[in-house]
């Protein structure tokens, strides 16, 4: 029996892709790995005389706790927390092997430096040996069922291909390989085998119509463009790169150089083919791992700690006004996919059809509306919205990965289709709870170009420090409740 067919039968794969689960279920899977060696490595060492469980003891907790977000930061620098599409079995077990000797020399470093000498040296390295064994393990499996998931038409990364004949043993590979999850939404070319091959399987235009390319990644959701050809034009390379850079899209060349340093670009490959990845969006590997950490962790400690208000909110909305506690609206993500934003509802039941009858007095420039004195407003609705409040149940948006703690805010899909073309590059992040807009003073008077500018500056100059002023700041405005 299809073991896949009958979960989608029972709705419990489209569950995990509504809700967007898979990437919350794998992080979990690998903090429960990394849990199991260390309770393991503690039975063998230390259960006869101090406890089953290693959280028995204070010193213990706090070793496991200091070296589970560093074992996690090393496993997303060197890109083994997510399922790989097309790494060999190889690769992956070399990959973890990295990862157990930087957190060997991390248990190394707290030793001496902390002078746990107390602590067996070999409860050390079975804890470091055990994890990279449950880690390899959990990820070998995982790596075997989401070939299954691609191949049924989940997780896909749409992509644009440019190419002439040369490529055919590509675009073969990627039809052989459906468990890659690539799916080719056009391709241009001037190529009359490619035409002749795939004339009936793809959608082909004409090399000499590539400008279309620009529309298209304006109005459809392409996550990459590949650039495949034997003989490579400069100008043309030049002109798709700056395109995409202006959205947010990742480029990537066919290129076969043994070395090439470029301070904008980065080597990663599909298949056997190397390719030169360009994308104009924040590149640091350990700050992004640092970022995807405190998302995740710091929602799930606000979550448990804010659980108690969030209660309450949800008691008060339920009862001064008719309707459902939660609101869930559409917005627009990461490349414009779209998913459910949820806030606390501030405004009457049919706030939605009233709006239309409200157009005339919106009181921003652009595509976005809003109201200062907005008549679907409702009292707790007020306060909510002045102290931010209602923002709080989109801490399950970024437990998702749907949004980060910090980025700029998700659109409505009838706002970007407004956008100019240079501020739907906003879009090659993932939005966020807070950003420079929320954190400023009478926000609501700022012109609507001006807060796309400092979405994009946003995007140009993101670190973590840069989020964690933004995160301290959005605290502030909560407690002075100056939000609108």
């Known amino acids: 029996m299809d073991i896949f067919s009958t979960l989608i039968r029972l709705k419990i794969i489209p569950f995990i892709e509504k809700w967007n689960l898979a990437n919350l279920i794998l992080g979990l899977i690998d903090i429960m790995a990394i849990a199991v060696a260390f309770e393991i490595a503690y039975l063998i060492n230390y259960s006869e005389y101090q406890g089953l469980f290693f959280f028995e003891r204070r010193d213990m907790t706090l070793l496991f706790f200091g070296v589970l977000p560093l074992w996690l930061i090393t496993l997303y620098i060197i890109k083994v927390t997510e399922i790989p599409r097309t790494k060999r079995y190889r690769t992956l077990l070399f990959e973890y092997i990295q990862s157990v000797m930087a957190i060997s020399m991390v248990l190394l470093v707290y030793y001496f430096v902390f002078k746990l000498s107390y602590l067996s040296r070999l409860f050390l390295i079975e804890f470091a040996v055990l994890g990279f064994m449950f880690l390899f393990l959990a990820r070998t499996v995982e ?3 989401f070939k299954i998931y691609r191949a049924k038409g989940f997780n896909y990364v749409n992509i644009v291909l440019i190419a002439d004949e040369s490529a055919i043993p590509f675009i073969e590979s990627l039809r052989a390989n459906i468990d890659w999850g690539y799916r080719v939404t056009f391709m241009f070319t001037s190529s009359p085998q490619i035409i002749e091959k795939y004339g ?26 590949l650039y495949y050809k034997k003989e490579i034009s400069s100008s043309e390379v030049r002109n798709t790169i700056r395109s995409c850079e202006e959205l947010g899209v990742v480029f990537r060349m066919k290129f076969d150089l043994i070395q090439l340093n470029l301070t904008n670009a980065f080597t990663a490959y599909i298949g056997n083919d190397k390719f030169l990845t360009f994308i104009n969006v924040p590149y640091k590997p350990f700050a992004l791992a640092a970022k995807k950490f405190m998302d995740v962790s710091l929602s799930i400690i606000l979550v448990i700690i804010l659980s108690p208000a969030m209660l309450l909110i949800a ?26 934003l949820y806030k606390f509802r501030t405004m009457v039941a049919n706030a939605d059809k009233i709006r239309t009858d409200l157009e005339s007095k919106n009181e921003m420039d652009g595509p976005v509306f809003k109201i200062k004195e907005d008549p679907r407003v409702t009292g707790i609705g007020k306060v909510l919205r002045k102290t931010g409040l209602d923002e709080l149940p989109q801490l399950i948006n970024v437990l998702k990965g749907e949004m980060s703690l910090i980025g700029p805010r998700p659109p409505l899909k009838s706002e970007t289709e407004k956008y100019k073309r240079w501020q739907l590059r906003r879009l090659s992040v993932k939005p966020g709870l807070s950003c420079f807009w929320q954190i400023i003073p009478d926000r609501n008077n700022v012109k609507f170009e001006k807060w796309m500018e400092m979405d994009l500056a946003y995007i140009d100059n993101w670190s973590p420090r840069l989020d964690f002023i933004i995160l301290i700041k959005t605290i502030k405005t909560v407690f002075q409740r100056s939000g609108v």
Do not use: N
């Not at 459902?324 to 779209?338: D, E, M, N, S, T």
């Open 143 to 145: 790596y075997k069922v």
């Open 200 to 225: 009936k399987i793809f959608k082909i235009l004409p090399e000499k119509t590539k400008m279309i390319l620009h529309e298209l990644m304006e109005i459809d959701m392409i996550d990459e463009v």
């Open 315 to 340: 008691l008060m909305v339920k009862f001064t006004s008719k309707g459902p506690v939660i609101y869930k609206q559409a917005r627009v993500g990461l490349r414009g996919r779209q998913f459910d």
